[in-house]
């Protein structure tokens, strides 16, 4: 559970009256005054880095050349390690071959009929029809000579026109098997069409992924930070063929910081020459350029802490200092305690921290618990009254004020809760004498001095 805690005011005196021997001696008076009210939520926090980065071999192979050690601090792009990976070359080399031979082949149907060649027979024809007149001019009679060269012209006008017409059928006979066949195979040559594309596209795709694997050989630093060196499976995580499918996906083979890592926590520390699997951690950056605090608020006050909040924050690790931070993120995903309390994820940003006599304190580590005090309500110049003087009488807080030597039960609203004093926004003003101890037992129009 999410405590509060308040900051008990200097400002903020109250005249306790003496007992009399009329009342029990449990019961005290005060005076209302004016002065500071702080409310405070304690919540668990954990420190955290400004970013991690874990990078992890993109195939199976061998450390080549490890350029860093553990603690150094390195630069943004800075190569940090070097893999050899003879698999992830040759599959580079077959995706190159791949994606060449993926190309597409046209696809155009031309059936056509071959025309009549008639050239010797239209000669033969001809020698004929020359003969014939020959012979018909002969003829004495010039009557019948006439008619019988009239019937060969006739004769060798048909001829032409039907050779005419078998050429002119031909092109027609032609033109519908072109159409016919145009509308048979169109579907067919846009289906082709698309699994050659696809074909050409799942090549490229295999060729990118071998090309980004290969890359990824080279480890660089994705921002500066702090190394911290992984642990290799020594070459028994995943299977050489299922690493090789995966490598084909598009961006396969890529440096992904939340890949789960497939190498055993108990395996090789990562050095040069220690062979690696796919997926195994090689090392990891963290940038400690700006530290931050998570903390777990009950959900009973999740609603009291806004951006900009501040917080005062005590470590474990770091007895009597104190470190500043400010709000700046509220998470909405709840977290259910192992008591079944509900508690909300808030993001601080953490500041520097000093000891009681001043001094420095140290720069956090990232992982380190701490209990952060957020300062959820403060008001400088409050109508307060002590903790102790507030009855809660189902939804209302109830004040019993002296008026006349008389208790009166009086409904206040609160705003700021402090510990030992809070804040009433109505039902009282600065002056008024109220019970301050023992207000369970006083009963409307008891006798109080």
């Given at each position: 559970?999410?405590?509060?805690?308040?900051?008990?005011?200097?400002?903020?005196?109250?005249?306790?009256?003496?007992?009399?021997?009329?009342?029990?001696?449990?019961?005290?008076?005060?005076?209302?005054?004016?002065?500071?009210?702080?409310?405070?939520?304690?919540?668990?926090?954990?420190?955290?880095?400004?970013?991690?980065?874990?990078?992890?071999?993109?195939?199976?192979?061998?450390?080549?050349?490890?350029?860093?050690?553990?603690?150094?601090?390195?630069?943004?792009?800075?190569?940090?390690?070097?893999?050899?990976?003879?698999?992830?070359?040759?599959?580079?080399?077959?995706?190159?071959?791949?994606?060449?031979?993926?190309?597409?082949?046209?696809?155009?149907?031309?059936?056509?009929?071959?025309?009549?060649?008639?050239?010797?027979?239209?000669?033969?024809?001809?020698?004929?029809?020359?003969?014939?007149?020959?012979?018909?001019?002969?003829?004495?009679?010039?009557?019948?000579?006439?008619?019988?060269?009239?019937?060969?012209?006739?004769?060798?006008?048909?001829?032409?026109?039907?050779?005419?017409?078998?050429?002119?059928?031909?092109?027609?006979?032609?033109?519908?098997?072109?159409?016919?066949?145009?509308?048979?195979?169109?579907?067919?040559?846009?289906?082709?069409?698309?699994?050659?594309?696809?074909?050409?596209?799942?090549?490229?795709?295999?060729?990118?992924?071998?090309?980004?694997?290969?890359?990824?050989?080279?480890?660089?630093?994705?921002?500066?930070?702090?190394?911290?060196?992984?642990?290799?499976?020594?070459?028994?995580?995943?299977?050489?063929?299922?690493?090789?499918?995966?490598?084909?996906?598009?961006?396969?083979?890529?440096?992904?910081?939340?890949?789960?890592?497939?190498?055993?926590?108990?395996?090789?520390?990562?050095?040069?020459?220690?062979?690696?699997?796919?997926?195994?951690?090689?090392?990891?950056?963290?940038?400690?350029?700006?530290?931050?605090?998570?903390?777990?608020?009950?959900?009973?006050?999740?609603?009291?802490v806004k951006k900009g909040v501040r917080a005062a924050v005590e470590l474990d690790a770091v007895p009597g200092a104190t470190y500043t931070a400010v709000v700046t993120g509220i998470g909405v995903t709840p977290t259910e305690g192992t008591t079944g309390g509900v508690s909300y994820p808030v993001r601080l940003a953490l500041g520097p921290g000093a000891f009681d006599d001043g001094s420095k304190a140290?720069?956090?580590?990232?992982?380190?618990?701490?209990?952060?005090?957020?300062?959820?309500?403060?008001?400088?110049?409050?109508?307060?009254?002590?903790?102790?003087?507030?009855?809660?009488?189902?939804?209302?807080?109830?004040?019993?004020?002296?008026?006349?030597?008389?208790?009166?039960?009086?409904?206040?609203?609160?705003?700021?809760?402090?510990?030992?004093?809070?804040?009433?926004?109505?039902?009282?003003?600065?002056?008024?004498?109220?019970?301050?101890?023992?207000?369970?037992?006083?009963?409307?129009?008891?006798?109080?001095?």
């Amino acid at each position: 559970m999410t405590l509060r805690r308040g900051i008990t005011p200097l400002l903020v005196l109250f005249a306790l009256t003496g007992c009399t021997s009329d009342k029990p001696p449990s019961v005290q008076v005060g005076e209302v005054r004016r002065g500071p009210v702080t409310e405070v939520v304690e919540a668990p926090a954990t420190i955290g880095a400004r970013a991690s980065a874990t990078l992890r071999s993109p195939a199976q192979g061998t450390i080549a050349k490890l350029y860093v050690r553990e603690g150094d601090h390195v630069r943004k792009g800075e190569i940090l390690a070097k893999i050899s990976s003879p698999e992830a070359q040759s599959r580079l080399r077959q995706a190159r071959q791949a994606s060449k031979a993926a190309t597409p082949a046209s696809f155009t149907p031309d059936v056509r009929l071959p025309s009549f060649d008639t050239t010797a027979f239209d000669r033969t024809v001809a020698a004929h029809f020359a003969k014939a007149r020959k012979e018909a001019r002969k003829v004495e009679d010039a009557g019948a000579r006439k008619q019988l060269l009239n019937a060969i012209d006739l004769a060798q006008a048909q001829h032409k026109a039907q050779t005419r017409a078998l050429a002119s059928i031909t092109v027609q006979l032609n033109r519908s098997i072109s159409g016919i066949l145009s509308g048979v195979t169109s579907g067919l040559a846009g289906s082709m069409a698309s699994l050659q594309a696809a074909s050409k596209s799942q090549a490229k795709a295999a060729l990118k992924a071998a090309e980004s694997t290969v890359k990824s050989l080279t480890i660089k630093a994705p921002f500066g930070g702090v190394v911290t060196l992984g642990r290799a499976s020594a070459g028994g995580g995943v299977p050489s063929g299922v690493e090789g499918l995966l490598s084909q996906l598009p961006g396969g083979g890529q440096q992904v910081p939340s890949l789960p890592s497939t190498g055993s926590s108990s395996g090789s520390p990562v050095a040069t020459g220690v062979p690696v699997s796919a997926g195994d951690s090689i090392l990891t950056v963290t940038d400690v350029s700006k530290l931050t605090l998570d903390a777990d608020v009950d959900e009973t006050d999740v609603l009291l802490v806004k951006k900009g909040v501040r917080a005062a924050v005590e470590l474990d690790a770091v007895p009597g200092a104190t470190y500043t931070a400010v709000v700046t993120g509220i998470g909405v995903t709840p977290t259910e305690g192992t008591t079944g309390g509900v508690s909300y994820p808030v993001r601080l940003a953490l500041g520097p921290g000093a000891f009681d006599d001043g001094s420095k304190a140290p720069t956090p580590k990232p992982g380190m618990s701490a209990v952060t005090r957020l300062t959820v309500r403060e008001s400088p110049a409050a109508v307060s009254a002590p903790a102790s003087a507030i009855v809660s009488s189902g939804r209302e807080s109830v004040v019993w004020a002296i008026r006349n030597g008389v208790a009166e039960r009086r409904v206040v609203k609160l705003g700021a809760q402090g510990d030992a004093v809070v804040e009433v926004l109505s039902g009282l003003s600065v002056g008024d004498r109220i019970v301050v101890k023992g207000a369970d037992s006083v009963r409307q129009g008891q006798q109080l001095p």
